[in-house]
Each structure stands twice: as C-alpha cells, then as structure tokens.
C-alpha cells in the first residue's frame, strides 16, 4: 500500500522560508512521480510542483516558480519542497501525492492517495 506523509508545516513571516518532506512508502517500482498539491481556503486545488524518482523532470506552477525548489532523496524515499519567499497567498493545507505524469512544463492527474496533509501558514 502506497502511503506518503507530509511534514515541516508551520507558521512564518512574509518573505519567511519553509521546507515540506514527504516520506513515500509502499511503491514496488523505484520509478514514480510525486507532485506536491495545494489548497487554500475557499480556492480550487493547485498542483505546484513535481519531480520524478530519478530526480529529473521538475515542474513549478507559475505561482510558486522561482521561489519554490523541488528535491528526491532516493536513499530516503524523501521529498522535499523548499519554500522562499514565502507570501499570504501561500497559506495553505499541503499534500505529497504521486502523479500520473511529470514533465518540465507539466504535471499530471493524482493519483488518489492523499495524506493528511501539513498546514502551512503565512501571516504576520
């Protein structure tokens, strides 16, 4: 059973810095993507970022491009996403959840395997 689970969420000042991992079990193949998910109150669910296994094909949201790196541990089995120059409009709940496909310049569905998530706040 795939299971992956979210930490490293928190409360921090704009322009503050955060790092997300997310620890994968379960998966028969060294070869899978994890994409990292968002959702803010009242807002639509948003695919930010995503990387293969292999640690290739990183892909960014327009929103997050820039100040948001993606990075895979094999060792671990470990994802992490560090955030930069953290905004309000970057609270949100967020979720590691591998993905259909991962590409450069796109992400694919989620598979339906969701945590529970880490809380990421933004506030001053």
């Known amino acids: 059973e795939v299971q992956l689970v979210e930490s490293g969420g928190g409360l921090v000042q704009p322009g503050g810095s955060l790092r997300l991992s997310c620890a994968a079990s379960?998966?028969?193949?060294?070869?899978?993507?994890i994409g990292w998910f968002r959702r803010a109150p009242g807002k639509e669910r948003e695919g930010i970022s995503c990387m293969f296994s292999t640690g290739t094909s990183a892909y960014y949201a327009d929103s997050v491009r820039g100040r948001f790196t993606i990075s895979f541990d094999s060792a671990k089995r470990t994802v992490y996403l560090q955030m930069n120059s953290l905004k309000v409009e970057d609270t949100a709940v967020y979720y590691c959840?591998?993905?259909?496909?991962?590409?450069?310049?796109?992400?694919?569905?989620?598979?339906?395997?969701w945590g529970q998530g880490t809380q990421v706040t933004v506030s001053s």
């Open positions: 379960g998966f028969t193949t060294d070869h899978y993507a």
């Open positions: 959840v591998p993905v259909r496909l991962c590409f450069d310049h796109t992400m694919g569905a989620p598979y339906d395997v």
